[in-house]
């Protein structure tokens, strides 16, 4: 089992930004992939960012420019910055962690919100 613990989240104004951080703890040895993802009311979960174990990133359309997605494999964290914030980015983001041969995301953290206001 994977523990995922994100912090961060706030209000903040278009243009504005700011830096996300998740800790995970347990089984760290099974993860391969870690990411975010948010959900906005009324709209389905998607995907914001994702890092593999070897640093390979992949971003969102509508993000990308503006957020960058690191991880520390030595303090088992990924972090995800946000720059030049929009309101169209306010949405509960989560944390995910993927292991090895899976083809999912099978743990998630509790969410934190990200208001953008205009």
């Known amino acids: 089992q994977v523990q995922l613990v994100e912090s961060g989240g706030g209000l903040v104004q278009a243009g504005g930004s700011l830096r996300l951080s998740c800790a995970a703890s347990g089984s760290i040895d099974s993860i391969s992939s870690m990411g975010w993802y948010r959900q906005a009311p009324g709209t389905r979960r998607e995907l914001v960012a994702v890092?593999?174990?070897?640093?390979?990133?992949n971003y969102a359309d509508s993000v990308k420019g503006r957020f960058t997605i690191s991880r520390d494999n030595a303090e088992n964290t990924v972090s995800l910055q946000m720059n030049s914030l929009k309101p169209e980015d306010t949405a509960v983001y989560y944390c995910?962690?993927?292991?090895?041969?899976?083809?999912?995301?099978?743990?998630w953290g509790q969410g934190t919100q990200v208001t953008v206001s205009s």
């Open positions: 995910a962690a993927r292991p090895f041969g899976h083809p999912r995301y099978d743990y």
């Open positions: 890092i593999a174990n070897a640093g390979s990133r």
